[in-house]
């Protein structure tokens, strides 16, 4: 069974500018859940979809967004960028975000921002 | 405000020996918990977890165990090996999402 997918896996952006950022989950997975990993923070929760319904969300700008689509892929979008948004964004999919189901990981993808 | 604290960025350990990484947390609604292991240029892969209502559990070399009245978690890895150098993040959940620590890096010196 294929792993979760992130395209793509590098980016650069510039200041201002919007970027899209992509997630296939694993075959047979309907939630989907994107983070923010950088130095010392840690994995900061953006939000999570179930069913192309974002169902939790986590404490970002409204910069953030998402949506989820009938075959489960998702995407993530992050409009105005600032510097501070060089990250590594992580998907993770799991059967059903319903409570405690383990959850797999994309590779991530590296978002750079000069 | 950081729900799950890993105090120790960094862990040297040699070969054979246990390596032990502790982590915090400060919600006492938590009831499940996670350890991830995660390479360079890899997302976070799983690699063991507990709920609230076991102290511990085993999986082969490694071991979690869970103090609810300290709010505290630890994983024990022996023996420990080369491949287990990684950066380890502990994740804790109340049904909603998952919140994850800072991580600690692990280096196993052969």
């Known amino acids: 069974k294929a792993g979760v997918t992130q395209t793509p896996r590098y980016l650069i952006k510039t200041r201002g500018q919007q970027v899209t950022l992509s997630c296939s989950p694993i075959s047979g997975h309907r939630s989907v859940s994107w983070y923010q990993q950088t130095p010392g923070q840690g994995l900061q929760f953006l939000f999570e979809?179930?069913?192309?319904?974002?169902?939790n969300k986590g404490n970002f700008p409204g910069r953030f967004s998402g949506r989820q689509f009938s075959n489960s892929r998702s995407e993530m979008n992050v409009s105005t960028l600032e510097l501070g948004d060089s990250a590594l964004y992580l998907c993770a999919s799991s059967l059903d975000r319903t409570g405690n189901d383990e959850q797999f990981f994309g590779p991530g993808t590296r978002l750079t921002v000069l | 405000d950081q729900q799950v604290k890993q105090n120790s960025p960094s862990l040297s350990v040699q070969e054979g020996r246990i390596s032990i990484l502790n982590c915090d947390y400060t919600n006492s609604m938590f009831d499940y918990f996670l350890w991830y292991k995660k390479y360079p240029a890899e997302g976070p892969t799983f690699l063991i977890s507990i709920s609230s209502i076991k102290d511990k559990n085993e999986d082969g070399r490694f071991t979690v165990f869970l103090n609810k009245s300290a709010k505290h978690l630890s994983l024990h890895i022996v023996p420990s090996q080369p491949g287990d150098s990684a950066v380890y993040f502990c994740?804790?959940?109340?049904?909603?999402?998952?919140?994850f620590g800072t991580g600690t890096s692990l280096t196993v010196i052969p």
């Open positions: 994740a804790a959940s109340g049904g909603n999402q998952f919140y």
């Open positions: 979809y179930f069913s192309e319904t974002q169902r």
